[in-house]
């Protein structure tokens, strides 16, 4: 079966700290893609990030990077020097990439950050 | 490039009514999803459509829930005789096709009495 665990329920920062959402997977599928979505107060979900399960680079967009590591089934994301505006649900995601597979996004439970002034 | 469009934003209703949510994909995405989110949890899927076609229906979708996506354009969400388990916000997503990201409406919240 597949599953997405974020441990963080709650993550308190003080404005320009860097912070790390943490992202573990299950799956027995050898391909498959992850993601990361922000769901502001406002109540969409924003994408953020799609990293194929070939393509271990990391990434880095802005004040925003991306950690993939195969071997312990993790999708971590780091924000550095947070912001206000950065105070969000974010929420990391499984999809499966086989011919048969619908594509559905399999979520965790997020884990909200809020940055303090 | 519009985005994705739910109507309404909100309803209030009595355990009991039946209800009608509307989404309006992204005019080019073939791919059309429905999720449902309820308070501290990720969003769970419901159905989905390949063009005009429904071709996958979750376990959570009882008998009371029908999704059509007449013309492979917008899609409408049905829940018969609701209840108060029903409440929640459902979500409606759009992609090119399986593998490319998934884009979100707005969502529709509904609450029952």
């Known amino acids: 079966a597949q599953k997405v665990t974020q441990a963080q329920t709650e993550i308190s920062v003080v404005e320009k700290e860097d912070v790390t959402l943490d992202c573990v997977y299950e799956t027995r599928d050898t391909t498959y893609y992850l993601f990361w979505y922000k769901q502001p107060p406002s109540g969409e979900l924003v994408f953020l990030i799609r990293r194929n399960s070939f393509d271990e680079q990391n990434e880095i967009s802005g004040r925003y990077s991306w950690n993939f590591q195969k071997s312990t089934s993790s999708f971590n994301f780091t924000i550095t020097a947070s912001q206000v505006v950065d105070s969000a649900v974010y929420f990391c995601a499984l999809s499966l990439n086989y011919g048969g597979s619908q594509g559905n996004l399999i979520f965790g439970k997020g884990t909200k950050l809020s940055v303090k002034p | 490039d519009t985005g994705v469009s739910q109507d309404p934003r909100h309803k209030i209703t009595k355990r009991g009514q039946n209800v009608t949510f509307r989404c309006d994909p992204i005019s080019e995405h073939n791919r059309l999803y429905w999720y449902r989110q309820t308070l501290g949890q990720g969003p769970e899927f419901l159905t989905y459509f390949q063009n005009e076609a429904q071709l996958e229906k979750s376990r959570l979708l009882s008998d009371r829930f029908s999704a059509e996506r007449p013309k492979g354009s917008f899609s409408t969400l049905e829940i018969q005789r609701t209840e108060q388990g029903d409440s929640a916000m459902y979500l409606c997503?759009?992609?090119?096709?399986?593998?490319?990201?998934?884009?979100f409406g707005d969502g529709t919240r509904l609450s029952i009495l």
């Open positions: 997503a759009s992609s090119l096709d399986r593998v490319q990201p998934q884009h």
